[in-house]
């Protein structure tokens, strides 16, 4: 498309993604460079990687098949290890309707899993997750999976006790609120500012540090309760309380016990509004197990003073205090504990409801929880109705792959692992998210066919057996709008997609014809026919709650289109102080559920029916030296991009970097600078070492996201890079969420000697043609 048929704002175009509104500027059918808009008080830097990925040396070009599976071959070279040969779009697509028809005849829809997990690009009608499960539920469906890796757990468990969890959300308390009334907010895990630069679907203005600031001018005071300093801003002054990692249980405990034995807890609260704390009571005191969990019982687990605990505990109770569970509190074993407990000590401090007061899981996952919400929800591509009722807990892919037909526990029920054939991944990379790689890999050995939808040579599309190029967010028409955002944002194609790369609705139009469900998926329409239909939805909605929104033309001729907050005072579960009566809580009860008949009854070895402390397993195993830590960057969302100027920059020797302490950097004689090996009983990784203070002794981090690029020759399959994953168990929080618990890792750590290995990943596999490889 030519490059006058972009917005332009000055002389830059518009775009949008999951980190903000972006002005990118273009030059002979390339981007050039990506800023952010000039509306946004606080853009964000990720705009930097865009140019750089989008036109790398990964970029995926053509239509791709594994070599060993093109030659009837497939077990003769390990995916993830074989060569690809590049085919025609025509050749690609008869293989894919090919599959997905041996597959159906032979094994049913059943034997079809669309995992496709992650946070593609932003745009409303190119959702790739939507497009493609749109096309496989015109053919029968496919096995799914369910929840989230951000915050699983408290998906499965929050409901039990409070309601549901995606609703409260959108339901948090906002921040101009605690700014005005809190004197206190307790963080759990921190709030990071580097993870509100995201929120799924975009972002138009990123307000957490202005929020910030305004609550440290309004005193409000802050506690930092995480490993790693800067999980808290620094213009917020925080008390930084470095406990152990996978603690907060524990410590929460102790919080407790001190309210409890000082008469600090609120009888009335607990007598009105929640039920079963005369069972947590009990654990509490020790009556029922013999174990007082005091303050001294709380400092022997999380290396925190005794004393510091019962000043924090009294400090909560003598103002209006908000405690914060960050999402990665939670994906630790027994992740679901911390979410019970916080309920459980907000409720014993009887401020829930209050402004300013109760708790919040979940700020800082995102650049909008607390800050804004949308007026209503934007139009969308139907999906269609999956046939097929089988699901998978989102975190068990490997075991799912590796056990097919074995049994599982979950949500109180035993459930039986599908039987998946054929695997087909769109919109995101497992080989980042998921934990255990190595285990991952051999899982990936399993299916008989592997289809990946990708952009870039990322390892997912290197352990596919079918590759399909796909076009970027940049490179097709769109409209952005966040899932908790109050934006929507008109999106033009800047650049024609390179190669032979293609949209996918296109693609699954062509692929529908020969599986003879073309008119079912596209209905006959075009993409753009697709974009009006849902932008006349969305203006619909939008009329029926009093506001305006342009024709299409002029939405796409014009800037970003802002609508009203809906809610500015919001305080989460203010209805429900205010008469539990006529506002119940959906649980059995109708209150909050500090102990719970229903879990209870599932006899669940790791989830009790009130709030507990496990110790990490990680550390009962006597697993390394040190705790490791792993959190979203700041320079990329994920693993989107990591190609890119900005995330590349970061790096230290091309490995991402990790965070050590002066003390034990010392000790093992690593300087700032370094390539070190970290390494456990499950994998190594290299990455480049940064030695800081704002790491607790004892304790490493290492940022999520780079790449992996395992060296099969090396022991362990030794990742190149820096990916954490290549080091964290593949078990989960319990039985009951079945969740990912990748911060209970503990890792060794060394200088690395000897001759650094090349960084691969950033490159294409070994690629030929079609004619070359005689196919």
Not at 286 to 313: C, F, H, N, Q, Y
Not at 507 to 529: N, V
Not at 556 to 566: E, N, S, Y
Not at 617 to 623: I, P, S
């Amino acid at each position: 498309m030519a490059e006058g048929s972009a917005t332009v704002v000055g002389e830059r175009k518009l775009t949008a993604n999951h980190w903000g509104v972006g002005l990118a500027q273009v030059a002979n059918g390339q981007i050039r460079a990506v800023v952010a808009h000039p509306d946004d008080p606080h853009g964000s830097p990720i705009n930097k990687n865009i140019a750089g990925s989008l036109a790398g040396r990964a970029r995926i070009l053509r239509p791709a098949i594994r070599e060993s599976w093109l030659e009837g071959r497939p077990r003769a070279v390990a995916r993830g290890r074989d060569s690809f040969v590049e085919v025609s779009w025509d050749r690609a697509l008869d293989l894919v309707a090919q599959e997905l028809t041996r597959v159906r005849e032979v094994h049913g829809n059943d034997g079809i899993f669309a995992g496709s997990y992650g946070w593609s690009s932003a745009g409303r009608f190119h959702h790739a997750q939507s497009q493609l499960k749109r096309f496989l539920n015109c053919i029968g469906g496919f096995v799914r999976s369910e929840g989230n890796y951000s915050y699983n757990a408290a998906l499965v468990m929050m409901p039990y006790i409070v309601g549901p969890f995606r609703a409260h959300v959108a339901q948090a308390t906002r921040w101009p609120v605690i700014a005005r009334h809190s004197d206190l907010v307790v963080m759990f895990g921190g709030i990071a500012l580097r993870n509100t630069q995201v929120s799924d679907g975009g972002v138009a203005r990123h307000r957490m540090a202005d929020n910030f600031k305004a609550c440290a001018e309004a005193g409000v005071k802050f506690v930092n309760i995480s490993p790693l300093r800067s999980d808290a801003g620094e213009a917020l002054g925080a008390d930084w309380l470095p406990a152990h990692p996978g603690s907060d249980t524990a410590l929460m405990l102790g919080l407790a016990h001190v309210l409890h034995s000082e008469g600090l807890h609120d009888r009335g609260f607990l007598d009105r509004y929640t039920t079963g704390f005369d069972r947590f009571e009990a654990y509490l005191t020790g009556a029922a197990d013999g174990v007082p969990k005091t303050a001294e019982w709380a400092a022997e687990k999380t290396g925190l003073s005794a004393e510091r605990i019962r000043d924090l505990a009294r400090r909560m109770a003598a103002g209006r205090c908000m405690i914060s569970v960050a999402a990665g509190v939670q994906r630790t074993d027994y992740g679901e504990q911390p979410l019970w407990m916080a309920v459980t000590l907000a409720a014993m401090l009887g401020q829930i409801g209050l402004p300013g007061g109760g708790y919040t899981v979940g700020y800082g996952v995102n650049a909008n929880i607390g800050n804004i919400e949308r007026l209503f929800r934007w139009g969308t591509l139907p999906q269609g109705r999956n046939p097929v009722d089988d699901i998978i807990p989102v975190a068990m892919i490997s075991e799912m792959l590796l056990r097919p037909g074995g049994d599982y526990t979950y949500r109180g029920e035993t459930r039986r692992l599908p039987d998946a054939r054929l695997v087909w991944w769109a919109g995101g990379n497992p080989f980042h998210h998921h934990q255990d790689l190595m285990r991952l890999h051999r899982a990936f050995q399993t299916p008989e066919t592997v289809i990946v939808n990708d952009i870039n040579w990322t390892a997912a599309a290197r352990h596919a057996d079918i590759v399909l190029p796909v076009a970027a967010a940049q490179e097709r028409r769109d409209f952005g709008a966040g899932k908790s955002d109050n934006a929507l944002v008109p999106m033009h194609p800047l650049t024609a997609p390179p190669g032979e790369a293609r949209v996918e609705y296109d693609i699954y139009c062509d692929l529908a014809s020969r599986m003879l469900c073309g008119e079912a998926f596209s209905e006959g329409r075009t993409s753009e026919d697709w974009l009006r239909a849902i932008w006349d939805q969305t203006r619909e909605t939008a009329a029926a709650h009093g506001q305006s929104l342009p024709t299409w033309e002029a939405f796409m001729a014009g800037d970003i289109v802002t609508l009203p907050d809906p809610s500015p005072e919001q305080v989460f579960l203010a209805e429900f102080r205010a008469d539990p009566v006529a506002h119940p809580l959906p649980t059995p009860s109708g209150r909050i559920e500090l102990f719970s008949d229903r879990i209870a009854s599932f006899d669940l070895p790791d989830c009790p029916g009130h709030a507990a402390w496990f110790p990490p397993r990680d550390l009962e195993a006597g697993e390394g030296d040190f705790y490791l830590l792993s959190g979203q960057p700041k320079t990329r969302l994920h693993s989107q991009l990591d190609n890119g100027a900005y995330s590349l920059s970061h790096k230290i020797e091309g490995r991402e970097p990790v965070l050590i302490h002066p003390d034990d950097a010392a000790a093992l004689g690593i300087a700032d600078g370094d390539v070190v090996e970290l390494y456990n009983s499950r994998g190594r990784c290299l990455a480049g070492a940064r030695v800081t203070d704002e790491i607790r002794q004892g304790c490493v981090f290492l940022w999520t996201g780079a790449w992996w690029d395992p060296d099969f020759d090396a022991p362990q399959g030794r990742d190149r890079h820096g990916n954490p994953n290549a080091l964290t168990h593949d078990l989960r929080t319990s039985s009951l969420s079945q969740s990912p618990a990748a911060h209970s890792a503990r890792i060794s750590i060394r200088r690395f000697e000897g001759t650094l290995p090349e960084i691969t990943v950033h490159d294409p596999p070994p690629l030929s043609s079609a004619q070359q490889a005689g196919a």
